[in-house]
């Protein structure tokens, strides 16, 4: 029997269609969620009059993005000032869409070639 030809379309297992939508589905929950963050700061104080005592600024703020922070903000400076502009990083944005597009890539890969190679062990 000749082999068939070759698919004019770019073509996808089913199984390796619904793995990807939950990766993907994964990835906007972990981009969307609103994650809690600390800095916490340790400063010496440059003044002879005073003690050399180590001082601790602590400040909160809510992330949104995975892996890098794409979007953050204070949740006490938008209790006093509702309409504060939310600042977006491009760059940590374009980072973002890089990894979720190499993670998705990769799923792809390691699934077809799993169905690739458990298809040529049954022919042989």
């Given at each position: 029997m000749p082999p068939p030809p070759p698919h004019r379309h770019f073509q996808i297992h089913l199984s390796t269609a619904i793995v990807l939508m939950f990766v993907a589905g994964?990835?906007?929950w972990a981009n969307v969620r609103e994650k809690p963050s600390v800095i916490v700061e340790n400063e010496m104080p440059s003044s002879p009059l005073r003690?050399?005592?180590?001082?601790?600024?602590?400040?909160?703020?809510?992330?949104r993005g995975w892996p890098c922070c794409v979007t953050s903000n204070n949740p006490l400076v938008k209790l006093w000032q509702p309409d504060t502009e939310v600042k977006i990083n491009y760059l940590n944005a374009g980072l973002d869409v890089a990894t979720a597009a190499l993670l998705l890539f990769l799923v792809w890969f390691i699934?077809?070639?799993?169905i690739r190679r458990r298809a040529a062990q049954k022919e042989s």
């Open positions: 994964g990835l906007i003690k050399k005592r180590k001082y601790t600024y602590i400040s909160y703020f809510n992330c699934l077809e070639s799993l």
